[in-house]
């Protein structure tokens, strides 16, 4: 787990780490990018970045959940499932250079991972789909899967689509967690 200190020095390390290794990604494969190479482009030394990171999956989840926590903050201020679906994809695609260097370097998993770990964080639940007693985790492994489904094709796709579409896809496909009628 990357570290969580909050001292200015830590945080500028960090952001300084993350910031090398998406310009390394922009030139070569993630799974060839080096630590040396971070640090080198970071301008650190070996001993900094191990302070910060374990290892260099931990930057893209350091950078995933700093941008989860962004879109809490700034995005995610409506109680609408609609609104709330309509700014999540609005606000990928606004992340879409991030989001296809992931694609292309065969790293969706990572985004896919934190979205269903924050999904509860990302989308008001009850407001989606009435839950009941007991079935909460599948309904929440639902919404997380078609969330992340509709995503990983989104971006494959090279985002051909608007947000409005998938948007509209997104509340097509849970419409279906309504209770039934009876």
Do not use: H
């Not at 080096?34 to 482009?41: F, K, L, M, N, P």
């Not at 700034?74 to 695609?93: G, H, K, S, V, W």
């Not at 007991?134 to 971006?155: P, Q």
Request: include cysteine; glycine fraction near 2%; hydrophobic fraction near 45%.
């Amino acid at each position: 787990m990357y570290a969580t200190n909050d001292n200015l020095q830590a945080i500028a390390s960090r952001n300084m780490i993350k910031d090398a290794l998406i310009t390394l990604m922009k030139q070569y494969p993630y799974k060839d990018i080096t630590i040396t190479q971070i640090c080198q482009e970071a301008q650190i030394v070996r001993q900094t970045f191990y302070r910060n990171f374990e290892a260099k999956d931990e930057i893209l989840i350091f950078l995933l959940d700093g941008m989860i926590r962004l879109y809490y903050t700034d995005y995610r201020n409506e109680n609408n499932a609609y609104i709330q679906l309509m700014n999540f994809f609005t606000f990928m695609l606004i992340n879409r250079e991030l989001l296809l260097l992931l694609s292309k370097n065969n790293l969706l998993f990572l985004i896919d991972k934190t979205i269903t770990s924050n999904i509860t964080v990302l989308f008001e639940i009850r407001q989606i789909s009435e839950i009941e007693e007991g079935t909460e985790k599948y309904v929440i492994g639902f919404i997380a899967s078609t969330v992340c489904s509709l995503l990983s094709i989104w971006i494959n796709e090279g985002f051909a689509e608007t947000p409005e579409t998938i948007c509209k896809l997104a509340q097509i496909f849970l419409s279906g967690l309504s209770a039934p009628n009876r």
